[in-house]
């Protein structure tokens, strides 16, 4: 009980995290100047089923972490599942909410540009509350350890491939998807050292851990 009221007190940062990330992947949606990789993945599933960018960005969410906890024994944390349930929702009213309609480059480079920090400040902020990966950053950790690879090589590897299956479906690549794909990563860890969170050895909450406690109580 004294891990969950402890857990409870981190909740406001992953939920404050959730916003500003689901705000920066709009902003970037709206730019039109290239998705990052799992998201012209989305957006390419839009294209072939009756789904909205949000409802893709969670059902995905579903089936990967499922994927990932039966072939890697992934973690799953409070803040995983949350992640699955509220992301998507927020990233679809926010999507109702903002709509750029205009052809300025400057002004498309503008929103692109904020999209791309805050999508970096939201996913470090929830990373941060030590509540559990979001499932697209368990399936590289699980990837990653269970053929004894780095996850900076494997990351990139499983984004190429989504990157390329989004293409094919339509989604929206533009210079945008090359930025993010080599600067969101590097943007993630300086917002970590922002936030003293320390990547290699802070811990992420396992549910497991919950039930651990009231066993041993």
């Known amino acids: 009980m004294e891990l969950f009221k402890s857990d409870l007190k981190h909740s406001f940062v992953l939920f404050v995290g959730f916003l500003v990330m689901s705000l920066g992947v709009v902003l970037i949606k709206e730019s039109e100047l290239g998705l990052f990789p799992w998201g012209v993945f989305h957006d390419g599933l839009t294209n072939v089923v009756p789904l909205s960018f949000g409802e893709i960005t969670s059902y995905l969410g579903f089936v990967i972490l499922l994927f990932s906890v039966i072939a890697f024994k992934t973690n799953v944390g409070p803040g995983t599942l949350l992640n699955i349930i509220l992301v998507g929702p ?110 290699r050895v802070d811990r992420q909450r396992n549910i497991i851990d919950y039930f651990r406690q009231k066993k041993s109580a």
């Open 90 to 199: 927020i990233i679809d009213l926010i999507d109702l909410l903002i709509n750029l309609d205009s052809d300025i480059l400057i002004l498309k480079s503008l929103f692109f540009l904020f999209g791309l920090l805050l999508m970096a400040m939201g996913k470090a902020l929830y990373i941060s509350s030590k509540l559990g990966a979001g499932p697209r950053d368990g399936l590289f950790v699980g990837v990653s350890r269970v053929f004894n690879a780095e996850v900076k090589y494997v990351k990139p590897t499983i984004e190429i491939i989504v990157l390329a299956a989004g293409f094919f479906l339509g989604g929206t690549i533009g210079v945008g998807t090359v930025i993010t794909m080599l600067f969101s990563g590097y943007f993630v860890q300086l917002f970590f050292k922002l936030f003293k969170f320390e990547s």
